[in-house]
């Protein structure tokens, strides 16, 4: 399975973006995938997730800001940014797990993409 992450860049607080992670080698219809991030100095957070059947979790702080979405006819994986603060400023990494259901562990995530760097300025 290979991830590849795209879209990140610079935006001003307050701006929207979208990353997308681009899945290969992965079953048909998909299995759990998520997204993380991490800033300087800190370690990698979980931001959340979706399963093959849909379903997605977000951590606390981008709840009703960040929205996880899949194409499966694309193999793509979403993660749509909006209300952006300086505080979401971090490289965004996808990953994925080998089950459908996602399992809640950090080390259940077995696959990662590269990273893609996200800056919001104020």
């Known amino acids: 399975v290979q991830l590849q992450e795209s879209g990140g860049g610079s935006v001003q607080a307050g701006g929207s973006l979208r990353l997308s992670c681009e899945v290969s080698?992965?079953?048909?219809?998909?299995?759990?995938m998520g997204w993380f991030r991490q800033a300087p100095g800190t370690g990698r957070q979980w931001v959340g997730n979706?399963?093959?059947?849909?379903?997605?979790t977000y951590t606390d702080s981008v709840k009703g800001r960040f929205t996880i979405s899949k194409e499966n006819t694309k193999n793509t994986l979403y993660l749509q940014m909006d209300s952006l603060t300086p505080e979401d400023t971090a490289v965004y990494y996808c990953?994925?797990?080998?089950?459908?259901?996602?399992?809640?562990?950090?080390?259940?995530?077995?696959?990662w993409g590269q990273g893609t760097q996200v800056t919001v300025f104020s």
């Open positions: 979706i399963d093959r059947y849909g379903k997605t």
């Open positions: 080698g992965s079953p048909e219809g998909g299995v759990c």
């Open positions: 990953a994925s797990q080998s089950v459908y259901r996602c399992a809640p562990g950090f080390e259940d995530y077995i696959y």
